[in-house]
């Protein structure tokens, strides 16, 4: 399993944070056309779409196997399906889920939610991907990426965060190639499997 990100917020001076932002939002626009009309792996029969309720199974069969095998996730406790449906719920609310589809298959999932909870951190949200291990390699993970991104704008947000496990290269790279910058690494601040784990963060601002 590929696993993108962990699931755990002077008027001339105006003038500049405009063109700014104004900006970023066109690579990120670029990057989804991109996305869209050059695929360099092409999926046969492949879409991505916001998630429905009818999802929550494939989801959560997705989710407990990062729990499982991976360090993505910094839980060794699984989801029942009670609780996927409740999780699931609370991203449908905000149209906050997508998912990638092979042949019908659900074999990837994307997300965004608050990254704290007080109020004051409502303009940041943070940033999950996962993929099935089986079909890394094939763009699925930045296809997503390039639709949850200006959902995300849209939807309000000035800013997204990334907590990635430091040693998932690939997810930092993804991450990067996005527009994410690195702000800095915490050593050692969970664990699991018996070892101790650093955490990167990435910001990307809207």
């Excluded at 609780?83 to 990638?100: D, F, G, T």
Aim: include cysteine.
């Amino acid at each position: 399993m590929l696993i993108i990100a962990r699931d755990t917020p002077d008027t001339s001076a105006s003038r500049v944070s405009d063109h700014s932002r104004w900006a970023r939002s066109e690579r990120i626009r670029s990057l989804n056309m991109c996305s869209t009309l050059v695929d360099v792996n092409p999926l046969s029969e492949t879409g991505v779409r916001i998630a429905g309720e009818r999802d929550a199974r494939a989801i959560r069969t997705i989710r407990n196997r990062a729990i499982d095998q991976t360090t993505a996730i910094w839980t060794s406790r699984t989801q029942t399906i009670t609780e996927a449906r409740a999780w699931l719920a609370e991203h449908l609310a905000r149209q906050s889920m997508y998912v990638a589809e092979i042949d019908g298959q659900v074999v990837a999932f994307a997300c965004w939610g608050p990254w704290h909870q007080k109020e004051g951190y409502r303009p940041t949200v943070e940033n999950s991907v996962y993929v099935l291990d089986v079909y890394q390699g094939r763009g699925i993970g930045r296809r997503l990426m390039t639709s949850l991104i200006p959902a995300a704008r849209d939807a309000g947000a000035h800013t997204i965060v990334a907590n990635i496990e430091a040693a998932n290269h690939s997810s930092l790279a993804l991450h990067k190639s996005l527009g994410y910058a690195t702000i800095g690494t915490l050593p050692q601040v969970g664990t699991k499997f018996g070892r101790w784990l650093d955490l990167t963060i990435m910001h990307l601002a809207l």
